[in-house]
């Protein structure tokens, strides 16, 4: 009978960059693994596997960006919030296409504002899309200390 490892090394092709997985995933992307007949996320076996226990209460954030991605040195164990802080750009149906600026009718301009820890944090208001793209991101990179997209380009 085959251990975890081997039958969870069957399903990932490494490349020098991400680990793929290439077996089962979810609607979203994520891998999946049968595991004692539930469904459990392959980035979390990853972890698991190969860095140890997921303390309890913290989520497997995928420093990458990349939902079929495995590889260990690309996740991290984090808080709700930290997840949420590394996002990778805006939200689906965002109107600018940018985080964290909308636009605001009453101004005919853009807004860029920031929410942490339950408080918005608004950068100004911009005729120039670019300009309030910029300062949100300068306000993510003030208040976030795990969005790493933003430090990697700042």
Known sequence: MKTLLERFSEKVERTPGCWR?????????????????????????????????????????????VKSCVAPSHLRAVSYKANAENRDGARKGSKSGEWGVSWHKKTGKWCARVRHNGVIHYGGYFADLPEAAEAAKQLRLSLFHFNDQDRKTA
């Open 21 to 65: 997985w290439i077996g089962s995933t979810t609607k979203q992307g994520y891998g999946e693994m049968r595991i004692a007949g539930k469904l459990v996320a392959a980035h979390r076996i990853s972890y698991e596997l190969h860095v140890g226990p997921i303390p309890v209460g913290l989520l497997v954030d995928h420093r990458c960006h």
